[in-house]
C-alpha cells in the first residue's frame, strides 16, 4: 500500500521532470516551437504536444480500466507535430491542467498497486497489465526521455539549454 509520502514523492519527482522540459521551451514563441533545429522531425512544439496527449492517455487508461480497448495507430499521426491552431501557451496551460488532474488521481486512488489493462496494439496483441503505480513511471520515463530531447533541440534552436536558463 503506498503511503501519502510515497504518492507526494511521485507527484514532486514528476512535477521535477515537467519542470525540465518547461525550462528547454521557456521563452519560445509559437514560430520556434515548430521550426526544426536537427536532423529530426522532432520539434520542440511537437515534443509539447506529445507530452501532454502522452500523460492524458495514460491517466484516462488508468481511470477507465477498459478491458477491452485497443489502441487506434492512426490516433499517432501527428502525435509529434504542434498543430496549426495550437499554440505554445495553449498546450502549457493543457499540460499544466493535466498535470494537476495526474497529481489528484494519485492522491485519491485507492492503491497504486491495483492492475489495470493497457489497450492493445499492433504490437502488443495480448492483453498486458500494469500496477498503476508502473503506469505512472512510464508517464514519468517519458517526460524525462523527451526533456533531454528538448534540450537538444532548444541548444540547436538559439544556444539555450536547461543549464544556462536555471538562473
Known amino acids: ?33 515548430r521550426q526544426r533545429t536537427t536532423v529530426s522531425e522532432l520539434t520542440l512544439g511537437g515534443l509539447l504536444h506529445h507530452l501532454v496527449s502522452c500523460e492524458r492517455h495514460w491517466v484516462s487508461v488508468i481511470k477507465e480500466r477498459d478491458e477491452t480497448a485497443e489502441q487506434d495507430i492512426s490516433a499517432f499521426e501527428g502525435e509529434y507535430t504542434m498543430g496549426p491552431d495550437e499554440t505554445v501557451a495553449g498546450l502549457l496551460a493543457a499540460w499544466e491542467e493535466t498535470a494537476a488532474d495526474t497529481a489528484n488521481l494519485i492522491r485519491t486512488e485507492e492503491s497504486l498497486d491495483t492492475s489495470i489493462p493497457t489497450p492493445t496494439t499492433p504490437w502488443t496483441p495480448e492483453r498486458v497489465w500494469w500496477s498503476v503505480r ?34
Open 134 to 167: 508502473f503506469t505512472l513511471l512510464h508517464i514519468l520515463r517519458e517526460i524525462s526521455h523527451h526533456s533531454g530531447h528538448a534540450d537538444i533541440l532548444r541548444e540547436a534552436l538559439d544556444g539555450a539549454n536547461t543549464t544556462y536558463q536555471r538562473a
Open 1 to 33: 500500500m503506498a503511503t501519502e509520502q510515497e504518492r507526494e514523492d511521485l507527484i514532486a519527482v514528476l512535477d521535477q521532470q515537467r519542470e525540465l522540459f518547461l525550462i528547454a521551451v521557456r521563452g519560445i514563441n509559437d514560430e520556434q516551437a
